[in-house]
């Protein structure tokens, strides 16, 4: 049996995901893997962050890819904006409440080839807040190098309050 690895960036504006094959299923690779966000402070300057602890996998039919799935798991604890102060807010009641949500999760319905890619459409949950969104990605691979690799890069946008995250009135009734 070959060794396979899939590399999945999935740059969301407020999640990014990576991926890992072993087997019949690709795991995340950790190491060449990387789940990130963008979000907008006050509405004047944009906050870059990551999440350090993540797994997931997928199943990859290079032959029929709406057969194919995803899978991944994020631990909220793990959020890093390389402020502590600011990460221990993100963590908090007002934002991902990391105690009570300790996880994000993302699990695809299905996956289908587009015009421009492919798309994946599954249930992303925040919060315990669970919503279907549909991510558009690109897959790159298979290489045959040290063993099969696979990467897919997707990107997401979304919006806080869908997922409960609401920590100012003032902002959010658009106040400011």
Same mark, same amino acid.
Do not use: C
């Given at each position: ?16 995901? %990576? ?5 019949? =299923? ?7 893997? %990387? ?9 004047? %300057?944009?906050? =870059? ?16 890819? &709406? ?5 991944? /798991?994020?631990? /909220?604890? %793990? ?29 695809? =319905? ?14 992303? /949950?925040?919060?315990?807040? /669970? ?16 063993? &099969? ?9 979304? =919006? ?17």
């Amino acid at each position: 049996m070959r060794n396979k690895n899939i590399i999945l960036t999935v740059l969301l504006t407020f999640l990014i995901a %990576s991926f890992a094959f072993a087997g019949d =299923k690709y795991q995340i690779d950790v190491t060449h893997s %990387s789940i990130g966000f963008s979000a907008r402070h006050l509405l004047i %300057s944009n906050i =870059k962050g990551h999440f350090k602890d993540f797994s997931g996998v997928m199943d990859f039919d290079e032959n029929d890819i &709406t057969k194919s799935s995803i899978e991944v /798991t994020i631990k /909220t604890a %793990s959020i890093s904006t390389a402020n502590e102060k600011r990460d221990g807010h993100l963590k908090g009641s007002d934002f991902f409440d990391a105690e009570k949500h300790p996880e994000i999760t993302f699990k695809s =319905k299905s996956v289908v080839k587009t015009d421009d890619g492919y798309k994946m459409v599954g249930d992303l /949950t925040i919060r315990g807040v /669970t919503k279907e969104v549909a991510m558009p990605f690109t897959l790159v691979g298979p290489v045959e190098a040290m063993g &099969t690799r696979i990467g897919l890069e997707a990107s997401l946008t979304i =919006k806080r309050l869908d997922y409960g995250v609401s920590w100012s009135k003032t902002l959010d009734s658009g106040g400011l």
